[in-house]
Nanobody, 125 residues
Framework: VQVVESGGGLVREGGSLKLSCAAVGSTFEDYAVGWFRQAPGKGRETVSCISSIEENTHYPDSVKGRFTISTDRAKNTVYLQMNNLKPEDTAVYFC???????????????????WGQGTQVTVSA
């Protein structure tokens, strides 16, 4: 599967953005999907993930209560709704997918096989 992110941009602190991750040439059925981010000079950080079965989700404390992952499998798209954005959320955001037939939500980047090109999110103070 090919994954393509969109929806990044520049927003002020406290604002919102909704990122999209589209499956191109396939569907996300039987795939677990994760969102990750990487800020300049920092390592890649898990933002969220969703399982293929039961749509179990995971969020680290840094985004819990502010970010929400969701799927529209009819549209072959996974979304990341980001609210109350902070300057420290500034990063390139990546979507990733892996084949999965389980309720597991994979939170490690090395669990994923298919990656998008990333979309820039910049939050100004």
């Amino acid at each position: 599967v090919q994954v393509v992110e969109s929806g990044g941009g520049l927003v002020r602190e406290g604002g919102s953005l909704k990122l999209s991750c589209a499956a191109v040439g396939s569907t996300f059925e039987d795939y677990a999907v994760g969102w990750f981010r990487q800020a300049p000079g920092k390592g890649r950080e898990t933002v969220s993930c969703i399982s293929s079965i039961e749509e179990n989700t995971h969020y680290p404390d840094s985004v819990k209560g502010r970010f929400t992952i969701s799927t529209d499998r009819a549209k072959n798209t996974v979304y990341l709704q980001m609210n109350n954005l902070k300057p420290e959320d500034t990063a390139v955001y990546f979507c990733a997918a892996r084949i999965s037939f389980s309720t597991l939500c994979y939170a490690r980047d090395d669990d994923y096989d298919y990656w998008g090109q990333g979309t820039q999110v910049t939050v100004s103070a």
